[in-house]
């Protein structure tokens, strides 16, 4: 571990950016609603723009990078970042905000599939990529879980521009340590297949129109064609995906890599994190300084039980590991984040301590699968297709938290009337916001329940392949 200590550096700054976008605006949207006189819709797309840009080219540029070369890709990718980061300064309207923060998106889709990458091949021994992944890991959620307390500290004295303006420094320190810390890529440890371009645009298309799709809804209503119209093109372009990847010679995604047990069940636990992380952190910030009033400094001493638990979390890892496996510390690090989607959707409306209890059960889950989950993936997969699988892990992570904003932001804008960033909500609006914060937590709770217990199946499917019964004699 101390003879990588630059490589781990530069790539734990990386996961460090990423998790810093992931969190850091959250505690500033009604901010951002107020100076950029946003929509609830406006707001939603300000989160998610960035996840759904991700999402949606992580599996193309995943797929470069292990043809091209994974430093080179994440350094182009890093040096993108801080330009758009810088571009900030220069917002003046809600369009603005989201076209900077897709922007982002490509450079994070990028440099983050190959962090993971770049970590797992530094070593050999499960043990210590464990390790790297913990460490990378611990520094990426200081970053998610400081991130919505320090912005709120930062409002009480800067503008909200700010909060993204810090991501320049932090991707100029990862350049630095990548590029001296890892030697660039050999020729023999890349692969020389053709890029799936056909498959990269149909699996992009899927992504973005599944999350543009809810958005319409609310905006121009169930009688009109374009949502129908964009959830069909959503269907088809998914349908036409799966044929393309079974078809072609050199497919972006070989699905048959996707349908191993160990790889299915670590996405499937990486994704009801993701959903619960982005949703929760999205309903909380706005109850917290919308319907009870507090301020941003006060809502971001609200998230602290959820900032402690992250942090000091990385220690129970690798003792739980030890003692339960890989699969199993998945499985039941992906059930507590449940159970706090659940505890928030049915209790959170009655006051904060149950806001506390389910950040601290989603903050504790997501601490251990973000680890086990994204290893495991790993040891399912060939070593040449490592970049494309690490790709899978954040694609799973991005397009959950892009869902995970998606839903609650649709149900809130469906069921709240009026402007959701006034100061004074009437009594019906109190009530409607209310309705729409249960709803939307037990939604979540449930697509997250699903796909835990997808994951649970195959893990054990898993565990059935790896350990044999003995043949009768």
């Known amino acids: 571990m101390r003879t990588r200590r630059s490589a781990l550096a530069g790539l734990s ?71 758009t980061s ?27 599939p190959g962090s993971l990458a770049l970590a797992f091949r530094l070593f050999d021994d499960d043990r210590l990529r464990v390790r790297a992944t913990t460490l990378i890991s611990t520094v990426g959620l200081v970053g998610l879980a400081v991130g919505p307390t320090a ?24 350049f630095i340590g990548i590029r001296r810390g ?3 890529d050999r020729a023999d440890d890349l692969h020389r297949d053709p890029i799936d371009g ?17 958005t319409l809804f609310v905006e121009v209503g169930a009688g009109s064609w374009l949502p129908w119209l964009t959830t069909a093109a959503a269907v088809v372009a998914g349908a036409l995906f799966v044929v393309r990847e079974r078809s072609a010679r050199h497919p972006l995604l070989d699905l048959r890599l996707v349908a191993r047990p160990l790889v299915s069940s670590g996405l499937a636990f990486k994704g009801a994190a993701g959903l619960a992380t982005a949703g ?44 339960v496996g890989l699969d199993k510390a998945a499985w039941l690090s992906a059930g507590a984040v449940v159970c706090g989607l659940a505890v928030y959707g049915l209790l959170g409306r009655f ?17 251990v699968v973000g680890v086990v989950a994204g290893t495991n993936v790993m040891r399912g997969l060939p070593q040449n297709r490592t970049t494309i699988g690490a790709a899978l892990v954040d694609t799973a992570s991005e397009v959950t938290t892009g869902i995970g904003v998606a839903v609650s932001g649709t149900i809130l804008a469906a069921l709240f009337t009026g402007e959701i960033a006034s100061s004074n909500w009437s009594v019906d609006q109190t009530a409607e916001f209310r309705e729409a914060v249960t709803c939307a937590g037990l939604v979540l709770t449930g697509v997250a329940a699903a796909l835990v217990g997808w994951g649970m199946v195959k893990a054990r499917t898993a565990d059935r392949v790896a350990s044999p019964e003995p043949a009768p004699r």
Not at 63 to 73: E, K, N, P
Not at 158 to 166: E, K, N
Not at 204 to 214: F, G, H, K, N, S
């Open 13 to 83: 700054a990386v996961f460090l950016v990423e998790m810093l976008d992931n969190s850091i605006l959250n505690v500033a949207l009604p901010t951002i609603g107020r100076e950029l006189s946003a929509s609830a819709t406006a707001l939603q797309w300000v989160t998610s723009a960035y996840a759904v840009v991700f999402g949606g080219l992580m599996l193309a540029l995943g797929a470069l990078a292990d043809r091209v070369g994974r430093r080179r890709v994440m350094l182009v990718g890093l040096a993108l970042l801080a330009v």
């Open 182 to 184: 890892i030697p660039a």
């Open 280 to 323: 929760l952190g999205y309903l909380v910030t706005l109850q917290l300084q919308l319907e009870w009033g507090w301020t941003p400094a006060h809502a971001a001493i609200g998230m602290l039980p959820q900032v402690v638990v992250l942090i000091a979390g990385g220690a129970v890892i690798g003792p739980l590991v030890g003692r």
């Open 198 to 214: 056909a498959g990269a645009l149909l699996g992009t298309a899927t992504i973005v129109l599944t999350l543009v799709a809810p």
């Open 86 to 112: 810088l571009a900030t300064a220069l917002v003046t309207t809600a369009a603005q905000l989201i076209l900077v923060r897709s922007a982002m998106g490509v450079a994070a889709a990028m440099t983050t």
């Open 151 to 174: 912005g709120g500290f930062v409002l009480a004295f800067a503008p909200w521009q700010v909060l993204l303006l810090v991501n320049a420094p932090i991707a100029a320190l990862a």
């Open 351 to 367: 006051g904060y301590p149950w806001v506390a209890v389910a950040l601290v059960l989603c903050a504790a889950g997501m601490r």
